[in-house]
C-alpha cells in the first residue's frame, strides 16, 4: 500500500488535517490509519463528569468523519519506520508514503501510578479521561456523602491542563447544592507549581479557588492508590529533595500521568533528550519534523510547548497543511503557528472563563471583551458552540 500523504490516527488532528488536504487537493492519495471505529469529542468529558451532558452526546461513527475520497485504514500503526518512508501496521503489513503526518495523540499511563489501574471506577476513585470513566465520575460525585475530595493532575504535560480544575469546581458546586459541601474539605493536589501559566487567568483562578473555598498543594506528583485504606500517596518535592504525603480521601478524582504514545517514543522521530523527550521532535513554527523533512506532526503528540487542545489543533491543522503542500512544490515552508491553544475554565453550571494563549504565554483573546472574568456566554460556548464548530466546520476542513 502506497499513498502520496499518510496520517497516523483519526481523532481530532488527523481528520481536519484529512479534510484541508482534499479540499486543497481533491487528487491527492490521503490515508488515514486509524483503529477505532469511535470518534470522540472529548472535551465534553468534563461535562459528563460533572452530569450535564451524557457521554453519548461525545461520540460519534468514525466512518461519518471519515473525509469523502480518503482512504480508511483500520488499524494500528505498530512502529514508525522514516527511513523507508513507511509505518509499520500491527498485522505486519507496511504502508508507504510521499509524506506523514503523525496525529496519534497521546497515551494515558494509568500503569505509572501504583494501584490506580485495579482501583479506578471503583470506590470513588474516578477520572474524566476516559469515556466510560467519566460517566462513571459523575455517579460518584452525585452520590457523595461529604467528607475528603481530592482532585489530581499530574507533573507530565497533560491533554487539556485545565480540565483536572474544571471538574473540581463542577464537583464542589454539586456537593453545595447537594448540601453536602459543609461536612466536606476539597483539595487539589498538582505536580506543578502555579494555578495557571498564564497570569492573568491565574489571577482570576485564585478568586474562584478563594470563593469556593479550595486547598490547592503545589508540587505534589501522584504515585499510589491504596484502596483497601482510601490513601493517596503523592512524591512532594521541596528544596531539600523529595517526600512521600499520603492522604486520606473519600473521592479521588485522578489525572494520569500522560506520554507520547510508545511507538513514537520507540522511533528517531522523536526528541531524544531533554524535558520532552519521547514526544515527536518538530519545528514549534512550521510543525515539520526535525529529524525527516517529510514528515510533520499535528495534535497532542508534539513535544512542543503549547496547551495540548483541540483548540490547538485547529490552528496547528492548516499550518501542517499548507506547508506539506508547498513541501510537495518544492516551495519554502509559509506557516507559522504561534503556540496558540485555549482552555474554556469551566467555573461551575452557567460559568466560564475563556483562556487563549500562546507560546508565550501571553493572551490572544478571539472576543473583545476581558476573558479574565467568568461569563454565562462563554459557557454557552462551550456547550453549544465549540462542538457544533467541532463537529461541522473542522472536522470538515472549514474552521
Ligand atoms: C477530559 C478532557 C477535556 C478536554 N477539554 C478540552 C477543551 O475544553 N478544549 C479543547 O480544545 N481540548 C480539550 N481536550 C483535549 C482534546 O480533546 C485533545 O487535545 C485532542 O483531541 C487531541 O487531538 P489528537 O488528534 O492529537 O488526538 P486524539 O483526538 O486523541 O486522536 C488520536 C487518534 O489516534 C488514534 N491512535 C492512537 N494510537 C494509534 C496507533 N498506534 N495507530 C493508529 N492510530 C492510533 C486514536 O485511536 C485516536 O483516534 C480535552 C481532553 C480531555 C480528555
Not at 61 to 80: C, D, K, Q, Y
Not at 146 to 151: K, R
Not at 331 to 350: E, F, I, M, N, Q
Request: net charge positive; proline share 7%; with cysteine.
Amino acid at each position: 500500500m502506497q499513498y502520496q500523504v499518510l496520517i497516523v490516527g483519526g481523532g481530532s488532528g488527523g481528520i481536519t488535517a484529512a479534510a484541508r488536504l482534499r479540499r486543497a487537493d481533491p487528487r491527492l492519495s490521503v490515508a488515514v490509519i486509524e483503529p477505532n471505529d469511535k470518534h470522540y469529542y472529548q472535551p465534553f468529558w468534563t461535562l459528563v463528569g460533572g452530569g450535564i451532558v451524557p457521554k453519548e452526546a461525545s461520540e460519534r461513527p468514525e466512518a461519518s468523519v471519515m473525509p469523502r475520497g480518503v482512504t480508511w485504514i483500520r488499524n494500528r500503526v505498530a512502529a514508525l519506520e522514516p527511513d523507508r518512508n513507511a509505518v509499520r501496521l500491527a498485522t505486519g503489513e507496511r504502508v508507504t508514503y510521499e509524506q506523514l503526518i503523525v496525529a496519534p495523540g497521546l497515551q494515558l499511563d494509568w500503569h505509572k501510578v501504583k494501584g490506580l489501574p485495579e482501583a479506578l471506577g471503583k470506590d470513588g476513585v474516578c477520572s474524566i479521561y476516559d469515556y466510560r470513566q467519566a460517566e462513571r465520575t459523575w455517579e460518584m460525585i452525585r452520590g457523595f456523602q461529604g467528607g475528603q475530595a481530592v482532585f489530581t493532575s499530574p507533573a507530565t504535560p497533560v491533554k487539556c491542563g485545565g480540565a483536572p480544575q474544571k471538574i473540581m469546581f463542577l464537583a464542589e458546586e454539586t456537593f453545595e447544592q447537594n448540601g453536602v459541601r459543609g461536612r466536606s474539605r476539597v483539595d487539589y493536589y498538582t505536580g506543578g507549581a502555579v494555578i495557571f501559566g498564564v497570569k492573568e487567568i491565574a489571577a482570576a483562578l485564585e478568586k474562584v479557588k478563594e470563593r469556593k473555598g479550595l486547598d490547592y498543594h503545589y508540587k505534589h506528583d501522584l504515585r499510589e492508590v491504596r484502596p483497601q485504606s482510601r490513601e493517596a500517596v503523592f512524591c512532594r518535592t521541596t528544596d531539600e529533595g523529595m517526600r512521600e504525603v499520603v492522604v486520606k480521601y473519600d473521592l479521588l478524582h485522578v489525572t494520569p500521568p500522560m506520554s507520547a504514545p510508545d511507538f513514537v517514543k520507540e522511533s528517531p522521530l522523536a526528541l531524544q533528550e531533554g524535558p520532552l523527550k519521547g514526544w515527536m521532535a518538530v519545528d514549534h513554527g512550521t510543525l515539520q519534523s526535525t529529524v525527516y523533512p517529510n514528515v510533520f506532526g499535528l495534535g497532542d503528540v508534539i513535544g512542543t510547548p503549547n496547551a495540548k487542545t483541540g483548540a490547538a489543533i485547529r490552528k496547528q491543522a492548516p499550518t501542517v497543511v499548507e506547508n506539506l503542500l508547498a513541501y510537495r512544490r518544492q516551495a519554502s515552508l509559509p506557516k507559522t503557528y504561534d503556540g496558540y491553544g485555549s482552555c474554556p475554565l469551566v467555573t461551575g453550571r452557567g460559568k466560564l472563563i475563556l483562556a487563549e494563549f500562546n507560546y508565550k504565554n501571553e493572551m490572544t483573546p478571539s472576543f473583545p471583551f476581558d476573558q479574565a472574568k467568568e461569563r454565562h456566554d462563554m459557557y454557552l460556548l462551550k456547550r453549544h458552540g465549540l462542538p457544533f464548530l467541532y463537529w461541522n466546520l473542522m472536522l470538515r476542513g472549514l474552521a
